[in-house]
C-alpha cells in the first residue's frame, strides 16, 4: 500500500472512531476507561486523541500511573525472579506515590484508539512539531503521549518527537512479526499451528458469520483471559463496544465454535494499513488444554497475514509462546513531552524516562518478557 492509499485508509478510520465516541462517555462501553475523546487534525488526517483527567484506577490503556505503578507491579511480581521482586515493589509503590503527586496522570494521549496497541499513519505528511504546539495550546496543564512506538516500524516517529522535545519512556516488549509466510515453512510450532486450524474438530466461525448474539460472548471470552489471567487493569471491553466497531469495520472476528454453536474462542484484528494487531484475544478458560483454543485463536490471526500479505504486531504478553513462532521481540515505548508543565512534572517525566529505558527495557530483555 503506497503512502496516499495509507493515509486516506487511515483517516476513514479515525473518522469512523471519532463518530462513534467524540462528545461520548468512553465508560458506557468500555466500563473502565473515564477519559474524553477529542481529536487533533493534522496533515495526515484527524488524529483521535484521549483526555485523561487522573481519575484512580482506569484502564492503563489512558492512565500512566495505572502503567507503570500498578501494571508494572502485577508485572514485576509475577515474571521477576524473587531476589528481584522486594526491590522492584519498592521502586514501583515510590514510582506510584511520585506519579500521583507530579500530576503526571493528567494526560492527553495522541494516535489512541483505547486499544492496547495503536498503530501509526506514514510520518511524512505529519509535523510533529506543529502538532504538539497545538495540542499544548489546546491542553496548557496536561502531559502529551504517543503510545505504542517501536524502533522497528516507527522509528521516523520516535526520532521526530524526540527531535520536538519528547522524552521516550519504555512502556513493554512487544513481538512482530513482518514476513509469517517465510516463518511458517520454518518454525515448526507456528506450522503445527497453522494445521490445527484444519484438524481441530470445532466448526470455524469467520468475520461475516459473528450473529448478534455473539458479541456478548466475545466480551466473556476476552474478559475471561485479559482481565481474569492477565490483569484487572486491562480494558474492559463490553458488547456494545465489540458489535459497534464491528458494525464500523473497525474490527475483525474469527473464532471457532463447538457443536452446540457457541463460541469457544475468537480473535478481533484491527488493521491499519498493511500492519494489523490483534487487541481482541479470548477463550473459554474452563475447558481442556489439549483442545488448543488459544493457539487456534492465534493461528487465525498468523493466516489472514499470510493470506493478505500483512505484517502483525502481537503486542505483548506470552512471550514465550511468540517467540517460539518466530516473533522478533521489540521494546515499546511512549514519546512524552512536558516542556510546558511545572518544574516537578517534568522532572518526573524525566525519572520516568530514565528508569525505564535503563532498568526496566533491561529488565524485559534479560527475562525474555
Given at each position: 500500500m503506497n503512502a496516499r492509499a495509507a493515509h486516506a485508509d487511515f483517516a476513514t478510520q479515525a473518522s469512523t472512531f471519532a463518530a462513534l465516541h467524540a462528545g461520548r462517555p468512553t465508560a458506557a462501553m468500555v466500563s473502565n476507561l473515564h477519559v474524553r475523546v477529542e481529536t487533533l487534525h493534522t496533515g495526515a488526517g484527524t488524529l483521535p486523541v484521549s483526555v485523561h483527567d487522573g481519575r484512580q484506577g482506569d484502564a492503563w490503556v489512558c492512565s500512566p500511573r495505572t502503567t507503570y505503578a500498578d501494571c508494572a507491579g502485577e508485572e514485576s511480581a509475577r515474571y521477576l525472579p524473587a531476589s528481584l521482586r522486594d526491590g522492584a515493589h519498592w521502586l514501583l509503590s515510590t514510582l506510584g506515590g511520585g506519579l500521583a503527586l507530579s500530576g503526571l496522570d493528567n494526560a492527553v494521549a495522541i494516535n489512541n484508539w483505547l486499544l492496547s496497541t495503536n498503530l501509526y499513519p506514514p510520518l511524512d505528511a505529519v509535523d510533529p512539531a506543529s502538532m504538539i504546539e497545538e495540542a499544548v495550546a489546546r491542553w496548557p496543564r496536561h502531559t502529551?503521549?504517543?503510545?505504542?512506538?517501536?524502533?522497528?516500524?516507527?522509528?521516523d516517529w520516535l526520532d521526530a518527537l524526540r527531535a520536538a522535545g519528547c522524552l521516550p519512556v519504555a512502556s513493554r516488549q512487544v513481538y512482530l512479526y513482518d514476513d509469517i509466510a517465510s516463518l511458517a515453512s520454518r518454525r515448526r510450532d507456528l506450522k503445527r499451528d497453522l494445521s490445527l486450524l484444519l484438524r481441530t474438530p470445532l466448526r470455524h466461525c469467520r468475520d461475516d458469520e459473528v450473529t448478534e448474539h455473539d458479541y456478548t460472548r466475545i466480551a466473556e471470552l476476552y474478559a475471561l483471559l485479559y482481565i481474569g489471567k492477565y490483569s484487572r487493569h486491562n480494558p474492559l471491553y463490553g458488547k456494545d463496544f465489540?458489535?459497534?466497531?464491528?458494525?464500523?469495520?473497525?474490527?475483525?472476528?474469527?473464532?471457532?465454535?463447538?457443536?452446540?454453536?457457541?463460541?469457544?474462542?475468537?480473535?478481533?484484528?484491527?488493521?491499519?494499513?498493511?500492519?494489523?494487531?490483534?487487541?481482541?484475544?479470548?477463550?473459554?478458560?474452563?475447558m481442556p488444554q489439549r483442545m488448543g483454543l488459544y493457539r487456534l485463536a492465534m493461528a487465525c490471526a498468523y493466516r489472514a497475514c499470510i493470506e493478505n500479505g500483512w505484517r502483525l504486531n502481537f503486542s505483548a504478553g506470552a512471550a514465550d509462546f511468540k517467540r517460539l513462532r518466530g516473533g522478533t521481540p521489540s521494546i515499546e515505548y511512549s514519546a512524552v513531552y512536558a516542556r510546558h508543565l511545572p518544574r516537578g512534572t517534568r522532572l518526573t517525566v524525566a525519572a520516568l524516562s530514565a528508569i525505564t529505558c535503563h532498568i526496566g527495557a533491561p529488565l524485559l530483555r534479560r527475562y525474555r518478557l
Open positions: 502529551l503521549w504517543f503510545r505504542s512506538l517501536n524502533e522497528h516500524h516507527n522509528g465489540l458489535r459497534a466497531w464491528h458494525h464500523a469495520g473497525l474490527l475483525s472476528f474469527e473464532g471457532f465454535r463447538d457443536d452446540d454453536g457457541r463460541l469457544v474462542c475468537v480473535i478481533g484484528l484491527f488493521r491499519q494499513g498493511c500492519t494489523v494487531t490483534a487487541p481482541i484475544v479470548g477463550y473459554d478458560t474452563a
